[in-house]
C-alpha cells in the first residue's frame, strides 16, 4: 500500500509542477499581450495562452485534485486529524479560483489587449507565488 501512495504522491507533485508552471507562465503572457501594439502579436499571444490554458494549465490543475483527493481518501483517518491539511485544501480551492479568473482574463484580453495595464498583470502575477509558499510550508512542516 506504501509504495502504491507514494506513486499517487509522485503523480500529484508532477502535476503541481505543471500547474504551477502555467500559472506563473500564462499571467506573463498577459504582460506581454498588453504591452503589443501590433495585431501580429495580439493574435500571437492570444494563441499561446489559449494554448496554455488549455492544453497544460487546466490539465495539470485537474491532475493535482485528483491525486490530491485520492491520497485524501486514501489516508483520511490519518489526514483528517491534521490542521495544516484543511488550510492546504483553502489555499488550492482559492488558487482554483485564481486559475479560472486567469480563463476569464485571458478572454477579455482576446476582444482587448489594453484591457489591463501591463502593470496589473505584474502584480496579478505575484498572487499565486505566495499561494506556493504557504503550500510548501503546510506540508513539509505541518505547523499545526
Known amino acids: 500500500m506504501a509504495d502504491y501512495f507514494n506513486w499517487i504522491k509522485a503523480a500529484h507533485i508532477i502535476s503541481m509542477v505543471c500547474w504551477f508552471a502555467a500559472i506563473f ?23 499561446m495562452e489559449r494554448k496554455l490554458y488549455r492544453g497544460i494549465m487546466t490539465p495539470s490543475m485537474i491532475a493535482t485534485w485528483v491525486f490530491g ?37 485571458r478572454k477579455k484580453l482576446i476582444d482587448n489587449p489594453h484591457y489591463k495595464t501591463h502593470k496589473f498583470w505584474r502584480w496579478f502575477n505575484e498572487i499565486p507565488v ?10 513539509v512542516v505541518k505547523p499545526f
Open 25 to 47: 507562465y500564462l499571467p506573463r503572457l498577459f504582460v506581454y499581450h498588453a504591452m503589443s501594439d501590433d495585431t501580429i502579436s495580439q493574435e500571437r499571444f492570444t494563441i
Open 69 to 105: 483527493l485520492w491520497m485524501l481518501g486514501l489516508g483520511w483517518d490519518v489526514y483528517k486529524t491534521q490542521g495544516w491539511l484543511y488550510v492546504k485544501l483553502l489555499l488550492v480551492v482559492l488558487l482554483s479560483g485564481y486559475h479560472g479568473a486567469c480563463g476569464l482574463y
Open 130 to 139: 505566495f499561494a506556493l509558499i504557504f503550500i510548501v510550508i503546510l506540508v
